[in-house]
Nanobody
Framework: QVQLVESGGGLVQAGGSLRLSCAASGRSYAMGWFRQAPGKEREFVAAISLSGGSTAYTDSVKGRFTISRDNAKNTVYLQMNSLKPEDTAVYYC????????????????????WGQGTQVTVSS
């Protein structure tokens, strides 16, 4: 069982930046970030492969968000720049617990472990 602990959320003004971190208690393979806004379903934000060499983003965050990882620290990051009010949501980290290939994973069912979520609020 792998525990995921997110940190770095908070309140920021539109145009500002935040960096989310997700520390895993054990070995993780592909990892990703999802978010859930009030009254909406959880959606994919970004994903990164085991090596970090492949990444994927939902269209609405391309050019603003960057996902990265430090395998020595079992940690994945989400750098969020030029934040918009529509980015307001609870952000969840997810990890693949079994090696299933070298690529990225964009769907919730591909992930085995989830963090508790961290709130990001962007004021206008």
């Amino acid at each position: 069982q792998v525990q995921l602990v997110e940190s770095g959320g908070g309140l920021v003004q539109a145009g500002g930046s935040l960096r989310l971190s997700c520390a895993a208690s054990g070995r993780s393979y592909a990892m990703g970030w999802f978010r859930q806004a009030p009254g909406k379903e959880r959606e994919f934000v970004a994903a990164i492969s085991l090596s970090g060499g492949s990444t994927a983003y939902t269209d609405s965050v391309k050019g603003r968000f960057t996902i990265s990882r430090d395998n020595a620290k079992n940690t994945v990051y989400l750098q969020m720049n030029s934040l918009k009010p529509e980015d307001t949501a609870v952000y969840y980290c997810a990890a693949e617990g079994t090696f299933r290939g070298l690529g990225v994973r964009g769907r919730e069912e591909n992930y085995d472990y989830w963090g508790q979520g961290t709130q990001v609020t962007v004021s206008s």
